[in-house]
């Protein structure tokens, strides 16, 4: 499936973030953020915050365990730490994005890749997933105590019979996308950092698409809500919040 799968009319808005940047917005109920991979390779790695009390936010350890699970794809969704629903992954053409794995930082940057500050690279300066969070949180007056785990959509990491994690290049194929459906007004925090285990050689962060698109609700037999008895309660816990606002 390809952007022009979507009905024209019901896109608000595009962008392509390029590589190794960062981006913020708050994805209202009702509303869908359409991530796709242009180039193939890409990662993008995510937080999810409720944009009216920012001190509830995703949790994984909930997400996973509540649907039983170790990745997610199309019929998971997000869960916050009060239990109730942020995003449902309504499309995904990847089929796995890892959620454990976090964000590089400055120093696995500088030992997988050297240095290259502004003053002397400018714009092909090399940043990091860490750094990245940071800036597009101050925006919202959030910091490092409001950095959680993450989720890395279009990377695919697996563990061996030996125990050991192995990330899986050239998993995400060009054109591949994931749609992440807003349950509730959510604060989206992206940035397009290379995944910290890619074993590529050289830096080689990746674009990728974002379009907002109006959304249907939630059906009774919506495969997010159907996919575990769990997720049921979810979206009853999320209802329940809706009547309070």
């Avoid at 696995?108 to 990091?128: M, P």
């Avoid at 910091?143 to 990377?155: A, C, I, T, W």
Wanted: proline share 4%; net charge negative; hydrophobic share 35%.
């Amino acid at each position: 499936m390809t952007h022009e799968t979507l009905d024209p009319s019901r896109i608000v808005h595009t962008e392509l973030l390029p590589g190794a940047r960062n981006w913020s917005f708050i994805i209202r109920r009702g509303f869908a953020l359409r991530l796709s991979d242009r180039r193939g390779g890409a990662n993008c790695s995510a937080l999810f915050y409720n944009a009216h009390e920012k001190l509830e936010r995703y949790n994984m350890a909930d997400t996973l365990k509540a649907q039983h699970t170790a990745f997610l794809t199309a019929g998971h969704v997000c869960y916050s730490d009060m239990g109730r629903i942020l995003v449902s992954i309504t499309e995904d053409t990847c089929g796995w994005h890892d959620t454990f794995c976090g964000v590089s930082d400055a120093a696995l940057v500088r030992e997988r890749f050297g240095e290259a500050r502004y003053q002397e690279a400018r714009n092909a300066f090399l940043r990091n997933g860490r750094e990245l969070f940071l800036i597009e949180l101050g925006k919202w007056g959030l910091g490092r105590r409001d950095l959680v785990p993450n989720v890395n959509f279009f990377s695919k990491v697996a563990v061996d019979e030996a125990g050991l994690m192995r990330f899986e290049p050239d998993h995400s194929k060009p054109g591949d996308h994931v749609d992440l459906r807003a349950e509730m007004d959510t604060l989206v925090v992206i940035n397009t950092c290379p995944h910290p285990l890619d074993p590529a050689d050289g830096w080689s962060p990746k674009p990728v698409d974002l379009t907002i698109y109006r959304a249907d609700p939630a059906a009774e037999d919506d495969l997010c809500r159907t996919s575990c008895a769990e997720n049921g309660r979810g979206f009853a816990n999320t209802a329940i919040y809706h009547c309070q606002l």
